[in-house]
C-alpha cells in the first residue's frame, strides 16, 4: 500500500522557519523518481491550496504568494520530499499535506487533482 507521512510541523513564532518531511512508501525505487511531489497547505476554516511541486529532473513550481521564501527538495533514495518555509507570518499557520502524483511526468503542476495519494497532514502553527 502506498503510505505518506508528513513530520515536522509545530508551534513556530512569527520570523521562524520550518522544514517539513514527507517519507512516501509503498513505490518501487525504479520508479518513485518518476512521479511528481507537492505540498499543499489548508488554513483553519479555508480551502485547501497548492504550496510547491518537483519533478525528478529538478524543475520545481512555487505558488506566488510564498516565492522567495519556500523551497521544496526531495531525495528519491530515501523516498523523501522535503518543504523549507522561511520568515513565517500567522497566515502561514495550517495544516501542510504532501502528495504524490497520479502519473508519470516530469511536467509538475499545482493541480490537486493530479495527486493520487495524499498524507495525513502535519500541523504548522505561526504565533504573533
Known amino acids: 500500500d502506498v503510505r505518506l507521512v508528513e513530520s515536522g510541523g509545530g508551534s513556530v513564532p512569527t520570523g521562524g522557519s520550518v522544514t517539513l518531511s514527507c517519507v512516501v512508501s509503498g513505490y518501487i525505487s525504479s520508479t518513485f523518481s518518476d512521479y511528481c511531489l507537492a505540498w499543499f497547505r489548508q488554513p483553519p476554516g479555508k480551502m485547501r491550496r497548492a504550496v510547491a511541486a518537483?519533478?525528478?529532473?529538478?524543475?520545481?513550481r512555487v505558488t506566488v504568494s510564498l516565492k522567495g521564501r519556500t523551497s521544496i527538495s526531495r531525495d528519491n533514495s530515501d523516498h523523501t520530499l522535503y518543504l523549507a518555509i522561511q520568515n513565517l507570518i500567522p497566515e502561514d499557520t495550517a495544516m501542510y499535506y504532501c502528495a504524490i502524483g497520479s502519473r508519470r511526468t516530469d511536467d509538475c503542476d499545482l493541480v490537486q487533482s493530479s495527486y493520487r495519494y495524499w498524507g495525513q497532514g502535519t500541523q504548522v502553527t505561526v504565533s504573533s
Open positions: 518537483m519533478g525528478d529532473n529538478g524543475s520545481s
